[in-house]
Nanobody
Framework: QEQLVESGGGSVQVGGSLRLSCAFSGSTYRSYCMGWLRQAPGTGREGVASISAGGSTTRYADSVKGRFTISRDNAKNTLYLQMNSLKPEDTAMYYC?????????????????WGQGTQVTVSS
């Protein structure tokens, strides 16, 4: 059974940076499309970024393009999300997720395995 554990969340001021990590337990990590999704209170879970199994293709939500960078290290079974120029609207619980293949929609229903989430809070 695949297990995903996020880390790196915290509180930061507007304009600051955070780097999220997701450790994947299992031998099949390099076969999965991986993604980051987030959920703010009272809203649905939205896709932030995804990366193909080999790492060659990335997608981003329009709201984070140019500020966030998704990457993966298949040798370490780890997924990353570098978040720069953070805004208050980036405040949410961030989830790491794995999918059998990447879809352009990056919706929650596209992903098959989930972590427990890590909280990111951006204050002005």
């Amino acid at each position: 059974q695949e297990q995903l554990v996020e880390s790196g969340g915290g509180s930061v001021q507007v304009g600051g940076s955070l780097r999220l990590s997701c450790a994947f337990s299992g031998s099949t990590y390099r076969s999965y499309c991986m993604g980051w999704l987030r959920q703010a209170p009272g809203t649905g879970r939205e896709g932030v970024a995804s990366i193909s199994a080999g790492g060659s293709t990335t997608r981003y939500a329009d709201s984070v393009k140019g500020r966030f960078t998704i990457s993966r290290d298949n040798a370490k079974n780890t997924l990353y999300l570098q978040m720069n120029s953070l805004k208050p609207e980036d405040t949410a619980m961030y989830y790491c997720a794995a999918a059998w293949w990447c879809r352009p929609t990056m919706s929650a229903g596209d992903f098959n395995y989930w972590g427990q989430g890590t909280q990111v809070t951006v204050s002005s």
